[in-house]
């Protein structure tokens, strides 16, 4: 594989990897010409990602929450997961002033949940059962795993938010499989 390195466009050096589409000789591509959004979602669709749900308790009390995607681990030392929120989100703003807040990694039989989370309004708890932890972090019963985190760094990111978070707790169930996201559409999946 051809690699490129350098500010100065064009170099090539083979330490360092060229994607694909990159002329061979360095050329860099025009920023000025559109992805179109739709092959973009088509080509990043064939990454399956599981799917969790972020809440916290907002200032009125009540439960605050999205559905995301976007989820990671970042590191171990210290323990820091990061997600990608959508700048267009109605809850993110009442989880970010809450400071802390749980992941929820979903399971497959909780598609019902991620729907209720992922719509817009002022209820989106309303018959999803869940518990409070002791950092005050919302988990959503019946979830494969919760990690209760508390905000470390928010960054604007194109259309999104870029967050990072410090782990406080982490918590498995036994078993179970995850509900996924594939090709804009819900998969399962048997895991042992």
């Known amino acids: 594989m051809e690699r490129l390195t ?3 466009a064009g170099a090539v ?3 360092v990897p060229v994607a694909s589409g ?5 050329t860099p591509v025009d920023p000025a010409v559109p992805v179109d959004p739709a092959l973009f979602r088509e080509v990043l669709g064939a990454f399956a990602s ?3 749900v972020v809440a916290a308790v907002a200032d009125d009390g009540r439960p605050a929450g999205l559905a995301c995607q976007s989820f990671a681990s970042l590191s171990l030392d210290p323990p820091l997961v990061l997600l990608c929120v959508g700048k267009g989100s109605s809850s993110w703003p009442k989880v970010r002033a809450a400071g802390r807040f749980g992941v929820s990694i979903l ?3 909780q598609r019902a949940v991620c729907e209720a989370l992922g719509r817009r309004g002022e209820d989106k708890f309303a018959g999803v059962d869940w518990e409070l932890s002791a950092h005050r972090a919302v988990r959503v019963t019946g979830a494969l795993a919760t990690v209760d985190c508390a905000l470390e760094e928010v960054h604007e990111a194109g259309d999104h938010y870029l967050v990072t978070a410090r782990v406080l707790e982490l918590s498995a169930s036994d078993g179970g499989s ?3 996201y594939y090709r804009s559409a819900y998969a399962t999946g048997a895991f042992g």
């Open 6 to 8: 350098g500010p100065a």
């Open 107 to 109: 399971a497959e039989d």
């Open 178 to 180: 995850p509900l996924l």
């Open 50 to 52: 599981g799917i969790t």
């Open 22 to 26: 990159i002329p061979a000789s360095g």
């Open 13 to 15: 050096d083979p330490a």
